[in-house]
């Protein structure tokens, strides 16, 4: 059945369909190296908050280009806005002492989906609302692939340029501290970069599901990687595959694409699970 | 390192700290010289990993004055290597041994971007683990390990800083007897070099090890290792401590009544 998708792919009308593979691909180098980051971190919860403020930066960037005519803000500007504040908000404060982070991420989620949504309602026209919570990847453009390929380029450079005081800021924050690392930039800008993969990444497998292509591929990479960049690595991989064979399967089927590339991931893991339980 | 020995590793004077409402030390007063090796003792919640914690400047303390070499603990910090307790880590982390020794080299000068660590810092952390006695488990996995190896491991980490104090939070939690003693004979040899300082349950084992035990419940009592005795101990721990009595070594070619070291 995945040859009609592979002789589909080769078809030169079909060019929405090599763009999307491409950018599926392209995804998954950020979610496999990011996503080690979140698992390690045990961070998902906090992805997840910062998925769905996307979308009250996107209601409230809409309502402002049609209502208030603020012409250069477009809903992916409107949408890193919310997840760098989102992210700040939950930095900040959630790691001071005495504040109990999860009820604030608990908030910033509801926050954020509920003034998009408010903001949404307030904005005359159509909006397909649907296609940002779970993501159509059928619908990306040119200008997608390359943002996701820049995104890349620098969580590539900074995952391998400061690959040590990464592992030592996971493995054990206090400790990395203690030798003089500045454990507050790197976290910052760790949960930046998660910020902005999240935001693209909205586009591929929508708010509600990016944070599965966060967690799943570099779940199922933690129960077979002996080193930290080998669950990169292997994550990458998982999620490569399961954007390709999830898309083979959502054309072949004309099946949603995020939910059935979800699905797959989702398949990899407990079958990755079970296999672990079994040897042990 | 003869010309430190006029000041103290730590000095305290006068240090309360509370969390929020809830006193945990009051008026600690603290000298513990240069080269000493001492135990930390005390119930569970009577402040011992809060005082590490504040030694290592992790905390603030409400009042009083604290000085680690004579300087004041953020800027002493590269001179202490440190042993969190156990159950603070993820055990499955994907890690070589040696990449989490090497951990200690962080920090240093030599270590550049886009490159590995310097072949010193190699050098130091294989040293470390040797010291150890775990040289042979480099190239391994953390996960691999038993929980007493790992433990060791991350005494070794502590070590690859190349400390002037080491503190250790519960060194032997998860490690079995035979492995308890090894270690304590490895802080024995590593006080030559440094000053040691180590929270532990056992009092009855290592009052043969070290030189003095510093009780910590809210208030701290240093006492030299030859105060201790049953009442004394009924103080610290309020009665519910059972006195292991250690008056003999097991020593290779059979025992032997102990000899106190002078």
């Known amino acids: 059945m995945m040859s009609d998708f592979f002789t589909a792919l080769a078809d030169p009308g079909n060019t929405f369909l090599r763009l999307a593979l ?14 080690t980051y979140v698992v390690s971190r045990r961070i998902s919860y906090l992805a997840g908050a910062v998925s769905h403020c996307v979308l009250g930066g996107i209601g409230a960037a809409l309502w402002l280009e ?18 760098l504040i989102a992210t700040f908000i939950i930095g900040h404060f959630g790691h001071k002492k005495g504040q109990r982070e999860e009820t604030m991420i608990g908030a910033t989620w509801a926050i954020g989906m509920a003034l998009g949504i408010i903001f949404i309602d307030l904005t005359p026209g159509y909006f397909n609302l649907t296609s940002y919570l779970f993501g159509d990847i059928l619908l990306v453009s040119n200008r997608d692939l390359l943002r996701i390929l820049v995104l890349d380029v620098i969580i590539l450079l900074f995952a391998s340029g400061c690959y040590h005081q990464i592992l030592a800021v996971c493995f054990d924050e ?6 003089g690392i500045r454990v507050d930039f790197y976290y910052q800008a760790l949960l930046g970069l998660t910020a902005v993969t999240v935001v693209l990444m909205v586009r591929v497998v929508g708010i509600v599901m990016v944070i599965a292509m ?3 591929p570099a779940a199922t990479a933690a129960l077979f990687a002996r080193r930290l960049f080998e669950m990169m690595l292997l994550a990458v991989f998982f999620a490569a595959m399961a954007i390709v064979i999830g898309l083979g399967i959502s054309y072949q089927y004309s099946l949603s694409s995020g939910p059935v590339i979800i699905l797959v991931a989702g398949l990899f893991y407990f079958l990755a699970t079970a296999c672990k339980t079994r040897q042990t | 390192m003869h010309s430190h020995h006029s000041t103290p590793a730590v000095s305290i004077i006068d240090l309360d700290f509370s969390y929020r409402d809830h006193p945990v030390l009051e008026k600690v007063n603290l000298e513990i010289p240069e080269g000493e090796l001492a135990s930390i003792v005390g119930p569970n919640g ?7 914690k504040i030694i290592l400047g992790l905390l603030e303390p409400d009042r009083g004055v604290i000085r680690v070499f004579g300087q004041p603990p953020l800027k002493a910090r590269r001179e202490i290597g440190y042993l969190p307790q156990y159950a603070h880590l993820d055990p499955l982390f994907p890690v070589s041994v040696l990449n989490v020794v090497l951990m200690g080299q962080l920090g240093r000068p030599g270590k550049k971007l886009f490159s590995g660590y310097p072949a010193r810092a190699k050098e130091i952390a294989r040293a470390a683990l040797a010291e150890v006695g775990l040289a042979e488990t480099a190239g391994k996995s953390f996960h691999q390990l038993s929980g007493g190896q790992r433990q060791r491991v991350l005494i070794a980490r502590a070590l690859a800083t190349e400390p002037r104090l080491l503190l250790l939070d519960e060194p032997t939690a998860n490690i079995d007897p035979r492995s308890e003693e090894n270690l304590y004979e490895t802080l024995a040899r590593l006080s030559q070099k440094m000053t040691v300082l180590f929270v532990t349950h056992d009092l009855g084992i290592v009052s043969q090890v070290v030189r003095s035990v510093i009780c910590v419940n809210r208030q701290v009592v240093i006492h030299p290792t030859s ?7 009924k103080d ?7 006195l292991i009595r250690h008056d003999h070594r097991c020593a290779r070619n059979g025992h032997q009544p102990h000899q106190p070291t002078v």
């Open chain 1, 66 to 83: 049609t209502v208030c005519q603020v012409k250069w803000l477009d809903p992916l500007a409107g949408a890193l806005i919310a997840a």
């Open chain 1, 22 to 35: 491409a950018v599926g691909l392209a995804s998954s180098i950020a979610f496999g190296v990011i996503g």
């Open chain 2, 46 to 52: 009577g402040g011992k990993t809060t005082l590490l």
């Open chain 2, 236 to 242: 610290i721990y309020g009665g519910d401590f059972n």
């Open chain 1, 214 to 216: 966060l967690t799943l």
């Open chain 1, 174 to 179: 206090e400790f990395a501290r203690l030798r």
């Open chain 2, 227 to 233: 105060q201790i005795n049953g009442t004394l101990i």
